[in-house]
């Protein structure tokens, strides 16, 4: 079985997720994983699909044939169950501001860890009078690296900033 990682954008409409999945099942292939967001009003999506080789030609021709959508597809390692990494699941909330992102991604790709989702966004905090900065991460940590580390290095970076471990 083939892996294959699509990203998909385009004007966001109802039935459009629906329209999808009925071309991936349609050309045989299974839905594994996905990340969709309405952004702007654009719907932007990540989907992990598995295929057999003799329908790879078939699947990509449908998926390009999507209607007002950009479609990119590449293929994913089929070898994923190596050695399964420590992971964890991050609840960071502080003061938003220009370049939070990369100062977070900054400090864990510095620690050895790597980002392996995250979600974002701001919101307003009316008592506060500053926009909140809110994300939950999943990092994998490189072997023999205690959580704490990385914890207290993304706390250092400002006294606002709070960082919970979620539970899975």
């Known amino acids: ?13 109802p039935g459009l997720v629906e329209e999808i999945s009925a071309a991936i099942l349609e050309h045989h292939g299974n839905w594994m994983t996905s990340n969709l967001s309405h952004l702007a009003g654009q719907f932007a ?9 003799e329908h790879l030609l078939e699947i990509q021709t449908a998926l390009d044939e999507l209607q007002g959508l950009d479609v990119r597809i590449e293929s994913g390692d089929s070898d994923t169950a190596e050695q399964i990494p420590e992971t964890l699941n991050l609840v960071i909330t502080g003061n938003d501001r220009p370049g ?16 392996t ?22 990092v994998t940590l ?20 709070i960082v919970d471990i979620e539970s899975e």
């Open 45 to 53: 999506g990540i989907v992990q699909v598995e295929v057999a080789e």
């Open 142 to 161: 490189p072997a023999g690296m205690h959580k704490d580390n990385v914890i207290d290095a993304l706390e250092s970076i400002t006294s606002d900033l």
């Open 100 to 115: 939070i992102v990369k100062e977070l991604s900054s400090v864990i790709r510095h620690k050895g860890a790597n980002i």
């Open 117 to 138: 989702h995250l979600n974002s966004r701001q919101r307003s905090a009316p008592n506060w009078g500053v926009p909140i900065f809110s994300a939950f991460a999943t």
């Open 1 to 13: 079985m083939k892996q294959l990682v699509l990203t998909i954008i385009g004007k966001d409409r």
